[in-house]
């Protein structure tokens, strides 16, 4: 069976002004269906860029990255953003809630963002908030939530399309360690559970050994584990 991601000789400059920057200089890796991938990486390594190519919210100057069987650098914007909102969930840092709306609404919006055919299906919306432990905290706006809260909030509402890809960019970022514990054990439980694939960058050791496999990004390449000083003893 073939891979679910598949990145080949991905490569990537920035070019400021008449400086180039390269960012990917031939990335290529398979991640396969219902993985939990996390990828790490000192600043600068190229983790942003690649989360970007692989969220169809960029393309690559060259090589291909499949996502499901679709090349998202051959698709156009228009294509990419449709398979975005279809077959993919975002989990960032900072938690992105409206502030005016309650937990339930902050969760249904991505419903009507996404135009889910069909409509409504409460009990997919009963499912998730209740694996998150949202169930009593739905009526409170974000300011009444904890960080943790707001997080798993955020996480619903990545899921609740039921994305066949969660991407999360620094998840437990802005969090304290036991809310981080407790957003890393439902971000492992959803992925076993609900069957996504999911990809985390993070830059915190103790994140990344919730994944299956650990990606490590030096200079905009992938390197082992062992060229990887700053990681050292943190493999899976
Ligand atoms: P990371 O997420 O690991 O910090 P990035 O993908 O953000 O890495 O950055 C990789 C390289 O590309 C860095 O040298 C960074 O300075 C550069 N870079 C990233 N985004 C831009 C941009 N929009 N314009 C110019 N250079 C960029």
Known sequence: ????????????????????????RGVSFDVAKGEFVSIVGPSGSGKSTLFYLLGGLARPDSGHIFVDGDDFAALSDAERTRLRKKKIGFVFQKFNLLPTLDARSNIQIAVDIAGANGGYDSANFEKITSLLGLSKRLPHRPSELSGGEQQRVALARALINKPALVLADEPTGNLDSENSEIVLKMLRQT?????????????NPEAARYGDRIIHMRDGGIVPPEKDPQWAGVTK
């Open 191 to 203: 992925n076993q559970e609900l069957g996504q694939t999911v990809l985390m960058i993070t830059h």
């Open 1 to 24: 069976m073939s891979a679910f991601i598949q990145a080949q000789d991905l490569r990537k400059t920035y070019r400021v002004g008449k400086i180039q920057v390269p960012a990917l």
